[in-house]
């Protein structure tokens, strides 16, 4: 018995693989640096083969105005801050393994995910409406994520060797850009007991907590920064999409624990749609490639593979860089990282790379009087203006929160 002990040790891990993951917490804050609430409106439907909490649909659901919304007309939600987006976990091992993972998420709910689990939380019961039901019977239905929560997902897989992989079918009809972008070719694929086969476990959430960066935009429309998260910030990309004219800035270094950077406008290097281009016939902003190989090098320096940050940037492109606004992007420490979604692995992994991006839209104190402006109008056109970005904006209700806190403020010194 020792003898094969020695043999076993000598041989190494019997299971020496490495796990990667990537994904995102979205969060919108006004100019002030307050985390909006509202954060509950999908932004890329999911396929409507992946999984759900009941109530917590894929965002396949049409809403009356075209925008689908988590839980709509099924599970009321409120005081959500945070957008958890399309974390998916990679394996790279050399041969094929049985693998139990359990993910935790401190501060929020893990509402859809893909295969199908074998464990995790089960959400408070939705009580039934009685007839005639008041606002506290309403009330008592809204999952509340402004008070302490905390969810978790389990997974039992078989982790495919690498020709299994090969010839491993993972198309799914139905299955969106959003949901093929991420898979890469290095990656081993999975298996469930049902059968289900992906290149990768994936799951997505809502929840309420703050990440770790304070952004805050000062009169002259300077960014500030200040490092909250405890740790370092390995990267940080400043990112901005203003009509015809992009923006953006590395913040070099990333950010020291509780460091601070200063990005004024006028600074950002940026590109823009001219008068001549129009003239030519090119009515599209040119692609600004600088952001492009910035965005999948400081990613790749934080571990992933150069396939897997690539798979990242193309998998949100439309979102992160084709829309307007000023948004920055930065990777959390690992420790934060480890304190918001505790990873339990078994057998655990030789060496694992966990790459969470915080995605911090920021509303500067220009947009925010402009709303406000339209928000107090008594022009009919006007007020269908922002009644329009509120209902089909995929931030609409943060920004009308943030709105009615400047209008009350404005209102006390009126």
Known sequence: MRTITALLLMAGPLSAYTLHEWGTFTTVAGSDGVLLEGLDREEAPLPRFTYSHAGLENGNIPRIDGRPVKGFMRRPLSGVTVKMETPVIYFHSDKAFDVKVKVGFSGGTISQWYPDRS???????????????????????????????????EWQARVLSPEESRNAILFRPGETLHWMR?????ANAVRTAK??????????????????????????????LENRSGGQIPFAFVFEREGLTTRWSLVKGGLAERGKAEVPKSTMSSSELTEEMIAAG??????????????VAGLTATGLLKSEATAMVETWWESYFETEGLRVFWVLPESKTGAILPLEVSPAPEKQVRVLVGRSEVIRPRKEQEWLTL???????????????????????????????????AAKTD
């Open 119 to 153: 464990g995790g939380e089960k959400l408070p019961p939705l009580p039934p409406l009685p007839d005639n039901p008041t606002p506290a019977d309403h009330a008592k239905r809204v999952l509340d994520f402004s008070k302490p929560y905390s969810g978790s997902i």
């Open 182 to 186: 991420p898979r890469v070719p290095e």
């Open 195 to 224: 059968g289900e086969t992906e290149g990768f476990l994936f799951y997505r959430g809502i929840g309420n907590f703050d990440p770790g960066l304070r952004t805050t935009v000062s009169s002259d429309e300077t960014l500030h």
């Open 282 to 295: 090119i009515w599209e902003t040119p692609f600004p490639e600088p952001v492009y190989r910035e965005m």
């Open 375 to 409: 928000s107090r109008s008594k022009d009919p056109n006007h007020l269908a203006n922002w009644d329009y970005t509120v209902k089909n904006d995929r931030f609409g209700r943060a920004y009308q929160l943030r709105v009615e806190a400047l209008s009350a403020t």
